[in-house]
């Protein structure tokens, strides 16, 4: 599965830049991509050099300003899992960190209450990896969204980015109901 955009990059063969390891917020920190153009997880050679992450970055300022962000989710698969910020250290701490926790975990009972299916909760960097430049990370502390998280779908690795055909629909349900129980308990 292609997980990066089909960006060359200068004096490599290989191509693609992992566009949610580009974004301009604790981009620099050492350990949560790779500067390394033929990994899955290259960062980029500068943040923000990709045109998604410019692009996304403008349109959520420009949305800021106008009407402001409530809620940010970054969708993923796969892992069965709900997070919080932040992706770039382990130790730092969202300012709103108990409702975030709070809600991520609402949202996982609601999953769960749809197909019986687990999400594990938690920061982005103790709960999977760590991860600098994220759309999450840069979204809560630039943008200043009132909640961020993101979401891995299922499964928890058996079938991975490809899902079997009859379980997307089942996902959709949960995604869903996670979301429902987000709108309907934030502040």
Known sequence: MWRK??????????????????WPFQWAVTGGA??????????????????EATALAAWLKATKESQGVKLFIDWH????LFMTPYGYSCTAVAVKNT???????????AIKAVHGTNFKTGPICSTIYKATGSSVDYVNDVVGA???????????GNYGF??????????GEEAYAGVKYLLSNMA
Do not use: M, W
């Not at 698969?77 to 069965?80: E, G, I, K, T």
């Not at 490809?162 to 996902?171: E, G, K, T």
């Open 77 to 80: 698969a796969y892992s069965q």
């Open 5 to 22: 955009n089909r960006q060359s990059t200068s004096g490599s063969t290989c191509i693609g830049h992992d566009i949610n390891r580009n």
């Open 146 to 156: 009132d909640y961020v998280f993101t979401a891995e779908l299922r499964d928890t």
């Open 99 to 109: 409702e975030l926790q709070s809600l991520a975990k609402g949202a996982a009972a």
């Open 34 to 51: 790779s500067t390394s153009p033929c990994a899955d997880d290259f960062k980029g050679l500068a943040q923000s050099d990709t045109p």
């Open 162 to 171: 490809v899902l079997p055909a009859n379980q997307i629909v089942p996902s």
